[in-house]
């Protein structure tokens, strides 16, 4: 699919995602549905950020050593783990209680919210345990994250990626 058809979709679709996340907050009375995140809202960091993102629980749960040694190497790095999920979410507000690790929904894949997101983020290096389909939101971020040059990792289970100019930074590494 082009990524014209994909971003119609996106559009069209990001309505339906938004209404079943606020049936499901209200079903489970969790309120998870976090809408200002969804679109890319939030706090601005105060600077560069470290930026993990786990769409659910798994992952979120095999990011914990990763922020830890993060956490160990770069003390005062800012940290920023995302999820899509509002059960991730839940299980990184528990995992990441002490941690001083922000947390936060990756936003909707539409182009408006993925730049919100980064503007106020200021992602150095992306780390993503799991992707799903926001081809915007990747596209975004390896213009956005490589202008300094900085590596977006993919670390899933059957491989590691690098994206973009941080491929040749790791390959060196």
């Keep these: 699919m082009s990524l014209g058809l994909y971003r119609i979709a996106t559009w069209l679709l990001a309505p339906l995602f938004l209404l079943q996340l606020a049936w499901r907050a209200r079903i489970e009375r969790s309120g998870a549905i976090d809408l200002a995140a969804r679109l890319g809202f939030g706090s601005k960091l105060a600077g560069p950020s470290i930026w993990l993102h786990a769409v659910s629980v798994g992952e979120v749960q095999a990011a914990a050593p990763l922020v830890l040694a993060l956490r160990e190497r770069y003390p005062h790095a800012l940290i920023v783990v995302t999820c899509i999920t509002p059960t991730g979410m839940a299980h990184a507000r528990r995992l990441f209680a002490d941690q001083n690790v922000t947390?936060?929904?990756?936003?909707?894949?539409?182009?408006?919210?993925?730049?919100?997101?980064?503007?106020?983020?200021?992602?150095?290096?992306?780390?993503?345990?799991?992707?799903?389909?926001?081809?915007?939101?990747?596209?975004?971020?390896?213009?956005?994250?490589?202008?300094?040059?900085?590596?977006?990792?993919?670390?899933?289970?059957?491989?590691?990626?690098?994206?973009?100019?941080?491929?040749?930074w790791c390959s060196r590494a």
């Design 103 to 168: 947390l936060r929904f990756l936003p909707l894949d539409l182009p408006g919210a993925v730049r919100r997101f980064l503007d106020r983020v200021q992602p150095q290096v992306g780390i993503v345990l799991e992707t799903e389909i926001c081809r915007d939101c990747f596209t975004s971020v390896v213009s956005v994250v490589f202008r300094s040059f900085s590596p977006v990792l993919d670390c899933r289970r059957d491989r590691l990626r690098v994206f973009g100019a941080g491929a040749a």
